[in-house]
Nanobody
């Protein structure tokens, strides 16, 4: 099993920044992807960003590219999401996830482990 614990969410004004963290513990894998998804009230869970095990490849949703940056610290088993220039439409619960066998990196149902989520609220 893998345990994922997110932190760093909160309330911020439009144009502000937040950094989310996701600490992983438990089983380790040689190849995997870690990602952030988000879900706003009444909407489906959507892909935000992902990073592969080596950190060499990153992926972003069009809606956040240029504003958000995903990174990882292997020594701390932690993945981060730096969110800049936040907009009210970024308001959602943000979830960290791990995909053990990298397949469709933007597809939520392919992910094997999920955190409990952290709320991000952006006021206008």
């Amino acid at each position: 099993q893998v345990q994922l614990v997110e932190s760093g969410g909160g309330l911020v004004q439009a144009g502000g920044s937040l950094r989310l963290s996701c600490a992983a513990s438990g089983r380790t894998f040689s190849r995997y992807a870690m990602a952030w998804f988000r879900q706003a009230p009444g909407k489906e869970r959507e892909f935000v960003a992902a990073i592969t095990w080596s950190g060499d490849s990153t992926y972003y949703a069009d809606s956040v590219r240029g504003r958000f940056t995903i990174s990882k610290n292997n020594a701390k088993n932690t993945v981060y999401l730096q969110m800049n220039s936040l907009k009210p439409e970024d308001t959602a619960v943000y979830y960290c996830a791990v995909e053990v066998a990298v397949r469709r990196i933007r597809v939520a149902i392919d992910y094997d482990y999920w955190g409990q989520g952290t709320q991000v609220t952006v006021s206008s």
